[in-house]
């Protein structure tokens, strides 16, 4: 159990706080390449700072303050030119370092006038990798972007999916090292809503957690598994600082603000050795609903939904004052205290864990990859049209989260050659 104060010093992410201080010094995944082909030009709220985030017309990326500094105008009603965005209001252009570089009426009206030397656009650093669009809002020097090795993949079809959470990010990051949830939320619970009230899944009969580099392993061992099983030799990864990985997917939970969280889906599913090469124009993207347009009800079909309805049940900042920890949350434990050490290293002029630098030794981040080898490999053209396939779920339906566009399960359905 945590006092109010340590609470809410873990949870808070304005720039003056000093965990927000903390998310600052990570690069945080905001937009996917192809939703900015679709539409180039969007507002975009990250760790309480309201931001637009554009494309311009060469191609470069910009994050800019939403609020113009003339007079304050939206910059989301702004126009993207070769070289920047435009403000609409009275036409300041600012570069995608937040350089005022035109002002129409000033340089007009007073040709030898440098008043716009004087003008910038709060603007933030973006990259691109793995289809996703990154933001960088802390100090100099700038990291690197992680390039985990799922990134460099090929022959996998790959989709980013996004979802709005109403609850502090802190909370849904606590899921990523929360083994025993899977069997009671995923399993018993999914099954009971189905109408199967009686089978009960395998219980956990063991569970151990170890931090690595790159965050922290947590590990299992069921009813129905052994220390040989990969789920405890290889396990599944809290990445530092706010993401999941499983092995076929990554899942990060940015801070829109304090009560407010970003889901961002990357998922990887080999196609077929008898369907290769493939390769993907482009790496789509498509924003998943978490209530019933009707009835205003959570959504609780699919994994991930599953996952927010338990976030968003914990209260809008859930008040960690009132909790009983377990045995099974010593991963939880072990993350809050990590994370409090972070606060004291900041505060010594140190790194926080898995901050990226060196392109040489970083330039790729391994990891541990649960089912590695089927990753690899991938099944075959008849095993994805076989109904009793180990991984046969993956070829029914998009099971991890709601409201799947039908084009891009069409493209899925094509690439595997689901018959
Ligand atoms: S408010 Fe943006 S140019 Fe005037
Ligand atoms: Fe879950």
Not at 122 to 138: F, M, N, S, T
Not at 342 to 370: H, M, S
Request: proline fraction near 6%; charged fraction near 25%; glycine fraction near 6%.
């Amino acid at each position: 159990m945590l006092d109010h104060k340590t609470n809410k010093l873990l949870c808070k992410v304005d720039a003056d706080t000093p965990m927000g201080q903390l998310m600052r010094r990570y690069w945080q995944p905001i937009s996917a390449v192809s939703e900015l082909s679709r539409n180039p030009l969007k507002s975009i709220r990250l760790m309480g700072e309201d931001l637009v985030l554009y494309k311009d017309l060469s191609g470069n990326y910009g994050l800019v303050d939403r609020h113009c500094p003339h007079r304050r105008a939206d910059m989301k009603f702004g126009f993207r030119e070769t070289c920047g965005l435009r403000c609409s209001y009275h036409g300041w252009l600012f570069d995608n370092t937040g350089a005022c570089v035109s002002q129409p009426f000033e340089e007009t009206d007073d040709l030898k006038g440098r008043f716009k030397e004087k003008i910038r656009i709060k603007a933030y650093p973006v990259e691109v990798k793995g289809g996703l669009v990154w933001a960088y809002l802390g100090p100099d020097p700038v990291p690197l972007v992680p390039n985990y090795e799922p990134f460099e993949w090929e022959n996998g079809f790959i989709q980013i999916v996004f979802s709005e959470i109403p609850c502090n990010w802190f909370q849904c990051q606590e899921n990523s090292i929360d083994p025993v949830h899977f069997e009671w939320m995923h399993s018993n619970w999914a099954a009971g809503q189905t109408g199967d009230t009686k089978s009960y899944a395998p219980t956990h009969l063991k569970v151990d957690f170890e931090e690595i580099e790159h965050g922290i392993v947590y590990k299992r061992i069921r009813a129905d598994t052994n220390e040989a099983n990969p789920l405890w030799t290889v396990g599944r990864n809290c990445l530092w600082p706010n993401s999941l990985f499983t092995g076929n997917h990554f899942e990060w939970r940015v801070p829109i603000d304090d009560r407010n969280t970003l889901s961002v889906g990357w998922f990887y599913n080999p196609v077929p050795q008898d369907m290769r090469p493939f390769k993907q124009d482009e790496i789509p993207s498509w924003r998943s609903p978490v209530t019933d347009a009707q009835t205003g009800e959570w959504i609780t079909s699919h994994v991930m939904n599953q996952d927010f309805a338990a976030w968003v049940g914990q209260g809008e900042m859930a008040d960690r004052s009132k909790e009983h920890l377990g045995r099974s949350d010593r991963g939880v434990i072990m993350m809050r205290k990590r994370f409090l050490d972070d606060l004291e290293r900041i505060k010594n002029g140190q790194d926080p864990k898995a901050v990226y630098r060196d392109l040489a030794t970083q330039g790729r981040i391994d990891l541990p990859i649960f089912d590695r080898e089927y990753l690899a490999t991938g099944p075959t053209r008849a095993e994805v049209n076989d109904p009793n396939f180990k991984n046969a779920r993956y070829f029914k339906k998009f099971i991890y989260q709601v409201g799947q566009p039908e084009a891009i399960w069409a493209d899925y359905c094509a690439a595997m050659g689901t018959t």
